[in-house]
């Protein structure tokens, strides 16, 4: 019996990698043109390290670049990167196909619904408010509510607790098998591998299912509870 599904954000409901790319592209040329005096390969190589040395979610990844380019941090360019940024962003953060009729099937089965993310609070709930997803989740957990990353068991028990709903009566979905699936197996949960959103080229997983398409959901669900 499933009485609740938790869902990883980034590449399980958002494909996060790609909205990342696209934003960053757009700050790029946008802070060439205010007056970088760089290429666009360049500018993107070096974004990179500061994401590969800082972590996905850094937040101050412009003031970094530019003060590395320039050995200081030029406003001007900078605020034309970080527009450029958000509308690009916003612009590119869309869900994955059939995930609004899986989340309102999944409602309509009364199935409790759960988001756990390793990203910052306030980046989380932006990205859900952003796709209108704030309204449809019972509860929420981001790495600030336990200050600990997936696998660790703290932050699914965390998420399970707020749902009051027992590890064996929930099912993890999620797209990195080394966190998600990992994670929320070792305390019970079943779990649901979203290879739709993999970006690691995962050849093996120990999930119970293999989701290529999200709305496969409903079928595991309506099997689990018949």
Do not use: C
């Amino acid at each position: 019996m499933i009485k609740a599904v938790v869902f990883d954000l980034d590449n399980t409901l958002v494909d996060f990698m790609k909205m990342k790319r696209l934003a960053i592209d757009a700050a790029i040329v946008a802070m060439i043109d205010a007056g970088l005096n760089t290429t666009e390969s360049e500018a993107a190589r070096l974004i990179d390290d500061v994401y590969k040395e800082q972590g996905i979610e850094y937040q101050q990844v412009f003031d970094v670049f530019l003060n590395r380019m320039l050995g200081k941090n030029d406003l001007r360019i900078l605020s034309a990167g970080i527009v450029a940024y958000r509308r690009a962003r916003e612009a590119a953060l869309i869900p994955y196909p059939h995930v609004y009729s899986t989340l309102n099937q999944l409602l309509k089965m009364g199935v409790k619904l759960g988001v756990l993310s390793d990203a910052p609070s306030r980046e989380a709930w932006l990205r859900l408010a952003y796709m209108n997803f704030h309204h449809i989740f019972d509860q929420v957990v981001t790495f600030d509510d336990t200050g600990l990353r997936k696998p660790n068991p703290e932050p699914f028990r965390a998420i399970l607790k707020k749902l009051e709903v027992e590890p064996e009566f929930a099912l993890m979905v999620g797209d990195w098998a080394e966190r998600d699936i990992y994670g929320g197996a070792q305390i019970g949960m079943k779990t649901a591998f979203a290879k739709y959103g993999d970006t690691f080229a995962t050849k093996e997983h120990s999930a119970d299912y293999e989701l290529t398409d999200i709305s496969q959901l409903i079928g595991i669900i309506k099997k689990e509870n018949q």
